[in-house]
């Protein structure tokens, strides 16, 4: 069974950073594929950045070159640096996992309010 748990977010203006966590109770978290989505009110999920399991990242053109996201296999914990923030990047962000890279488990949420 897959348990995800994210932290870090909060309130930030415009231009400034924050980095997201999520803590993985997952048996074999190495040979999952992980990623970050994100769901602003009124708004479709969207994914907003992917690692396989191999390390190669994926990340929607809307956050390209400002966020990066990360694992620490040892530690079972997924990040996702945000930096350069914007208002547009206000939204629930979602800790996902997914053995197959199709199908995923939810985390339950961190909220990230940017103000300009």
């Known amino acids: 069974q897959v348990q995800l748990v994210e932290s870090g977010g909060g309130s930030v203006q415009a231009g400034g950073s924050l980095r997201l966590s999520c803590a993985a109770s997952?048996?074999?978290?190495?040979?999952?594929?992980m990623a970050w989505f994100r769901q602003a009110a009124g708004k479709e999920r969207e994914g907003v950045a992917f690692?396989?399991?191999?390390?190669?990242?994926n990340y929607a053109d809307s956050v390209k070159g400002r966020f990066t996201i990360s694992k620490d296999n040892a530690k079972n914990t997924l990040y996702l640096q945000m930096n350069v923030l914007k208002p547009e990047d206000t939204a629930m962000y979602y800790c996902?996992?997914?053995?197959?890279?199709?199908?995923?488990?939810w985390g339950q949420g961190t909220q990230v309010t940017v103000s300009s």
């Open positions: 996902a996992a997914s053995y197959s890279g199709s199908s995923w488990s």
């Open positions: 997952i048996y074999t978290y190495s040979n999952y594929y």
């Open positions: 690692i396989n399991p191999y390390g190669s990242t």
